[in-house]
């Protein structure tokens, strides 16, 4: 698949002044609570109206969506408040009763797109639809799986594509429910500079109070829009009660975001910042040349150790180096996650150099 303006259509069509929001509950519950969210809705940033109708369950025995009923009122969401309506489809008997309900905007979850046979099946079955389908990112950080189900799409001819990026499944503990590996949604727009992608802060951060950041880095980040989960009674949801917001809270979050712009014509600013970028470009060539003497003296290391037949790992020496330099980055105002991440890549390509020469 190619990169191509066409990509944006389905977004620029809707003529947005804000981001793209879809809202609405994790799970559609009861007709009742469908409709009460989707009119508190109506007349805010949301386009989208989102309800799970079928959901993916981490261990059985959970509630598991209302199913085909719910997308009758999904339906009455659309006729009664205007609001386009959205859900996720994890096979084709979903995607054929979400067709025949004139579901507007149907997504593929992450625990589908990690399956090439179920985006396969849902791609089919989707075949030549004018509607809007995105995908989550799968649950593990695999960019071209990720891009694989898109491609699937576009080959069933799919036109009016996007992805959502919902985060990543971690071993480890961490603030987050789905740690964001922001690099992975960067490096996707630079090979897909023109694919939507909207960001889904709700099921990354799986606590409501940390939405409105996660939010404000994706719209730093020139993300299109967003999709957040929305309930009048958060507390009380059949799922992901953590995470959902009010509709009032929505509202304020989108008020409070800053929206920016991907760049700026006015020549002072200009001039500023290609001062500032001709000086990182100087700073990026020092790096680079550092670097290349560290190697040099690695090289004289492996050569060393060749000689008296010593092993290229050294942990003693290893773990004093990166005590200092998490010391030093300290002082230079650079977090200790960076320094590790660096150093440890830079050990990496150093000991890469040694074994070449090791095995000689
Ligand atoms: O000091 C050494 O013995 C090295 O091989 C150098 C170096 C490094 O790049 O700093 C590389 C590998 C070792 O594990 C420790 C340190």
Redesign the pocket.
């Known amino acids: 698949m190619e990169n191509k303006k066409e990509l944006r259509t389905w977004l620029d069509d809707l003529k947005l002044n804000h981001p793209l929001v879809v809202a609405g509950p994790c799970s559609a519950e009861t007709e009742e609570q469908v409709l009460k969210i989707a009119h508190e809705l109506k007349d805010t940033d949301v386009s989208y109206f989102r309800a799970g109708i079928w959901k993916p369950r981490t261990r059985p025995g959970m509630f598991e969506g209302v199913g085909a009923l719910g997308l009758k009122w999904l339906q009455r969401v659309k006729a009664e408040t205007g609001m386009k309506i959205a859900t996720e489809v994890a096979n084709a008997a979903h995607v054929k009763l979400a067709l025949e309900h004139d579901v507007d905007l149907l997504w593929i979850g992450a625990r589908s797109t990690v399956s090439p046979f179920i985006v396969q099946e849902i791609a089919d079955a989707l075949e030549g639809t004018d509607k809007i389908v995105l995908v989550k990112n799968p649950v593990n950080p695999d960019l071209a799986l990720w891009l694989g189900a898109v491609e699937r799409l576009a080959s069933a001819n799919i036109k009016n594509l996007g992805v959502i990026h919902r985060g990543f499944s971690t071993y480890e503990k961490t603030k987050y429910r789905n740690t964001p590996e922001w690099q992975l949604a960067i490096e996707l727009q630079s090979k897909f500079p023109d694919l939507p992608i909207i960001n889904d802060p709700s099921h990354i951060t799986g606590k409501r109070d940390m939405i409105f950041d996660v939010s404000q880095t994706a719209l730093d980040l020139n993300f299109d829009g967003l999709m957040i989960e929305t309930h009048y009674d958060p507390e009380n949801a059949w799922s992901d009660a953590a995470q959902q917001v009010t509709p009032e809270t929505l509202v304020q979050i989108m008020k409070d975001l800053k929206i920016r712009k991907e760049s700026d014509s006015e020549a002072d600013y200009n001039d500023a910042l290609n001062n500032l970028r001709a000086k990182i470009d100087v700073i990026d060539n020092q790096i680079i040349e550092l670097l290349g003497k ?1 190697m040099v ?2 090289d004289s ?2 050569t060393l ?1 060749r000689q008296k037949n ?1 092993s ?4 003693k ?2 773990n004093e ?1 990166l005590g200092k330099m998490v010391l030093e980055g300290q002082d230079h105002g650079l977090s200790e996650e960076f320094i590790l991440k660096m150093f440890k890549a ?2 990496q ?3 890469n150099h ?1 074994e070449k020469i090791l095995k000689k």
Do not use: F
Not at 312 to 315: E, G, H, W
């Open positions: 560290r003296v690695a290391i492996g150790k010593v290229v790992l050294q942990s020496r290893w180096i830079i050990h390509e150093s000991i040694q």
